[in-house]
């Protein structure tokens, strides 16, 4: 069955309701058939709405009475292994499945709300291959830091962004080219999303006080060559990796930022020396997940198209970014720049767009970022001096990308949201 089926054959079900079970596993199989990396079931005040996250948009595929909710629930706790009976606290569990050959993890979350359990299900498909760092959309010079930052024995390497940005993917692409058989990777994560063969992954548990801190001190009796510590979320845990990095360990952590520059300030606000930080510090990437066109359906924009705001703005990025940069990635495109739109066709089912790619920034510690850091510069400031020594920000590696034909104007700036200055 296709995915058009399967929802239609979804809502003739809830209609009369015949099969409890059934509709469970089609709403399974409709997210996994649309690509979906979530699944959220919500009570609200006067019905259930199902939604599934696609391409990182939620979109409601359908609605059912309130009274049926209760069924659907139990279904899915008997599924992931929880508490059928409570329903006063939060519960988290697992389903395993295989569909279409493919094994399938699905975390599994229930939070109790006015209206009832809201149950989301985030989808991890087991048979996909980690991709490689150009196939993330990391093109010419910072595909170059991200091989140069890795080559080095010791250091930090640090992505950060929203929740949903893709930091987890680019640091498991990066533990892939790093995996080899001389070499001793750990990792501290919450959760485990993917398994690495070759590499000592462990899941952290607040509730009985493994936290990051003490798996890192642990991991750090353990001989490790190369340490993943999924999130930066305390002093504690930044401290620890700081140090392990000055004694020649490789550390690959996420932290919450905005944008690359941020991401010093925030650990000079954690009350960090601040000459410990360029000493430690390999490479900070910042990171947002963007639609990709539908190659089948996109159509060029005529200029008169294009917002005159949004034209200053890509001459300013154009204006301000390495030319060589420029001429590597989009060349002759910029003697005529074309930019394209989404269009509707039945591959992209109807959106415009299929599938996602990221934008990155990355952020080097240069000698004139050195001293900034060391004298507690702004996150503005180092950010300014940063695009001076040649960073691609997230809007400037739009631009580009939508110069190559890759996305739209539209979704560059709705997802970059850069603050162009004078």
Request: glycine share 6%; with cysteine; net charge neutral.
């Amino acid at each position: 069955m296709d995915y058009k089926t399967v929802i239609a054959q979804l809502k003739d079900l809830v209609y009369k309701w015949d099969d409890i079970q059934q509709v469970c596993d089609l709403i399974i199989l409709g997210a996994v058939l649309g690509s979906a990396s979530d699944i959220h079931v919500e009570p609200l005040s006067s019905y259930v709405r199902l939604r599934y996250r696609i391409d990182g948009e939620l979109k409601e595929i359908l609605e059912y009475q309130s009274f049926l909710h209760q069924g659907v629930i139990a279904r899915f706790k008997i599924l992931s292994d929880l508490k059928i009976d409570e329903s006063r606290v939060p519960q988290d569990g697992r389903i395993s499945k295989t569909i279409d050959g493919k094994p399938l993890d699905l975390r599994v979350s229930t939070l109790p709300t006015v209206h009832g359990e809201k149950v989301v299900m985030r989808i991890v498909d087991k048979s996909k291959k980690i991709p490689q760092l150009n196939e993330l959309g990391i093109q010419w010079r910072n595909l170059q830091l991200i091989k140069k930052a890795i080559a080095l024995p010791n250091g930090v390497i640090l992505t950060s962004g929203p929740t949903g940005s893709g930091k987890s993917t680019t640091l498991y692409s990066i533990l892939t080219m790093l995996n080899a058989v001389d070499v001793n990777i750990m990792t501290l994560e919450d959760p485990v999303e993917n398994q690495v063969d070759g590499v000592s992954q462990s899941q952290v548990k607040p509730d009985i006080w493994y936290s990051f801190a003490y798996g890192l001190r642990t991991a750090l009796r353990q001989d490790p060559d190369i340490i993943m510590v999924w999130e930066m979320r305390d002093k504690e845990t930044v401290d620890i990796a700081i140090e392990a990095s000055l004694t020649w360990h490789l550390v690959l952590s996420t932290i919450h930022t905005n944008n690359a520059s941020e991401t010093i300030t925030r650990i000079l606000n954690m009350w960090v020396q601040p000459f410990l930080i360029p000493a430690s510090l390999n490479l900070v990437i910042a990171q947002r997940l963007i639609k990709r066109l539908c190659p089948n359906c996109k159509k060029p924009m005529a200029s008169s198209d294009i917002d005159p705001k949004t034209l200053t703005n890509i001459k300013h990025s154009l204006s301000i970014t390495p030319k060589e940069e420029l001429q590597i990635r989009v060349g002759d495109k910029l003697a005529k720049p074309v930019f394209y739109k989404p269009v509707w066709c039945e591959t992209c089912d109807g959106s415009g767009y299929r599938g996602r790619l990221g934008l990155y920034e990355m952020l080097e510690i240069s000698p004139w970022v050195k001293e900034m850091i060391l004298q507690w510069a702004s996150a503005f400031n180092i950010n300014r001096q940063a695009i001076k020594d040649g960073m691609i920000s997230l809007e400037q590696d739009g631009v580009m990308k939508a110069l190559e034909g890759l996305t739209s104007l539209e979704e560059v700036y709705r997802v970059s949201k850069t603050q162009n200055e004078d």
